[in-house]
């Protein structure tokens, strides 16, 4: 069976510290979970579209690979399958083929605040103070101008649908119950333009799955890994 490389993408405003859970439940050996321009380690010029994160990342894939893409991450996994043929697979973990923001949103993160609405909606109701704090400080790894900009990056996206229409390989979207940032028919509108789509919905958990309930999400993950593996055999 084929090694299979993970390559983790992180999404708006994050870094790839949002991964940070997973690693106690799964063996990331294989595994890449960058930064992207801009953020955390990576000083890099920062980028302003979705397809120009996915040419930065293309010349890192030599080997067959599953992208697994939080978010915004997720938009940067579909066009990165478009354009290189190494990627076998990929998860869309909390995210859609767009993602639309309010423009009051855009407006207070231009103003140079993140939003103390947006970052509680982010998270299920039944998610620890812990975490919650844990998150809080996490903020502060990326410049709130970053984060706008990355915002605005989804806002612009409207590609995704017809992005994950042509592809031929396995796709896995992993969503949480209670993801409040997501529309509200996100998995239906995922499953109609999709139809072999392999749909796995976490409960107790809301648009950061793999930090509010990382067993769960590392299970599913292998498990869609090890479909990919039989595919490409």
């Not at 890449?32 to 010349?59: F, K, W």
């Not at 973990?93 to 949103?105: I, R």
């Not at 998610?127 to 990056?153: G, N, V």
Request: charged letters at 25%.
């Amino acid at each position: 069976m084929n090694e299979m490389k993970l390559l983790f993408i992180h999404g708006a405003g994050g870094t790839k510290s949002k991964w940070r859970a997973i690693a106690q439940y799964m063996d990331t050996a294989g595994s890449q979970m960058i930064d992207l321009p801009g953020h955390g380690e990576n000083e890099c010029n920062v980028i302003t579209s979705v397809q120009d994160y996915a040419a930065y990342l293309d010349r890192t894939i030599q080997e067959d690979t599953v992208v697994i893409g939080h978010s915004m991450g997720g938009l940067i996994a579909l066009e990165l399958a478009a354009r290189n043929q190494k990627v076998k697979g990929v998860v869309l973990a909390a995210s859609f083929y767009e993602l639309p923001v309010h423009e009051k949103m855009l407006q207070r993160l231009a103003s140079g605040e993140f939003p103390n609405s947006l970052f509680l909606a982010s998270y299920s109701k039944e998610t620890s103070e812990k975490l919650l704090e844990e998150e809080r400080q996490e903020l502060d790894k990326c410049p709130i101008e970053i984060a706008y900009a990355d915002f605005k990056i989804c806002d612009q996206y409207k590609e995704g649908k017809e992005t994950i229409a042509s592809l031929s390989i396995p796709v896995c979207a992993i969503l949480g119950e209670e993801d409040r940032l997501l529309p509200p028919n996100a998995a239906e509108a995922l499953q109609a333009v999709c139809p072999d789509l392999n749909l796995v919905r976490i409960p107790a958990s809301g648009h950061y799955i793999m930090l509010e309930q990382p067993e769960m999400f590392a299970k599913e993950l292998m498990d869609f890994v090890q479909h990919v593996q039989k595919q490409t055999v």
